[in-house]
């Protein structure tokens, strides 16, 4: 059973609607983690979340995207206006217990 | 080259053989680690070897690390079909304030193809 179960598995949207991408974990984390794979490009990190509050983010991060955990387990990315080049594969992760990383299945955002 | 680089880009053997995939990187690291990802599929840890190790095994699989060069490589022995897949290295760069905070950098990957 995987550590993180991300909802939806695809989305489609049109450019300039709002996205909301979610994770669940398992078992309770304080550190939550994005990431995101464009098509055949390698993996990036986009923000860390700690005890509901952003601790570091990355320049891809602007103000189009938010993160939040709405209900104390469900933690979500929400991308405001969707741009054609968010296409992606949007990745949840939790810290593993030896220093590693937790992924789940990621969410396929294709945006038109 | 860019932080975690993996070379080749692309590789294809025959089951039973061994593959070798190397990374290299720029920044002090706190740990390297790998990852696997098969088509379309969230990624998979494998191995962490940190920056005082230069060798970890782990099954078939066997990483070392040079911080002199900069540079790791993954070998998975006696390969097979379900090994193929896309494989990741990822450095935890060091912090002034030490630890981690899993903030990791990926390299573009190897692809891996195991013939059977």
């Known amino acids: 059973e995987p550590e993180v179960t991300q909802t939806p598995s695809h989305q489609v949207t049109q450019m300039g609607q709002e996205v909301i991408l979610r994770c669940v974990p398992i078992?309770?984390?304080?550190?939550f983690y994005w990431y995101r794979q464009i098509l055949g490009q390698k993996v990036e990190f986009l923000v860390s979340?700690?005890?509901?509050?952003?601790?570091?983010k990355s320049e891809i991060f602007d103000d189009q995207f938010s993160v939040e955990r709405p209900d104390g387990s469900n933690f979500t990315l929400k991308i405001r206006s969707t741009k054609l080049e968010d296409s992606a594969m949007y990745f949840c992760?939790?810290?593993?217990?030896?220093?590693?990383?937790?992924f789940g299945n990621g969410t396929r955002l294709t945006v038109t | 080259s860019q932080q975690g680089e993996e070379d080749p880009q692309a590789l294809s053997i025959q089951e039973g053989e061994n593959a070798t995939m190397n990374c290299s990187y720029k920044?002090?690291?706190?740990?390297l680690q790998w990852y696997r990802q098969n088509s379309g599929r969230g990624l998979v840890h494998l191995i962490l070897?940190?920056?005082?190790?230069r060798e970890k095994h782990s099954g078939r699989l066997r990483v070392t690390l040079d911080t002199s060069k900069k540079s790791s490589s993954l070998l998975i022995t006696a390969s097979r079909a379900a090994d193929t897949a896309s494989y990741f290295c990822?450095?935890?760069?060091?912090?002034?304030?030490?630890?981690?905070?899993?903030?990791?950098?990926f390299g573009k990957g190897t692809l891996l193809t195991v013939n059977p």
């Open positions: 070897i940190r920056s005082n190790e």
């Open positions: 920044t002090s690291i706190n740990n």
């Open positions: 992760a939790v810290p593993g217990p030896t220093l590693h990383l937790h």
């Open positions: 990822a450095t935890d760069e060091s912090r002034q304030s030490g630890g981690s905070n899993y903030k990791l950098t």
């Open positions: 078992s309770n984390h304080l550190y």
């Open positions: 979340f700690y005890n509901n509050e952003i601790s570091e």
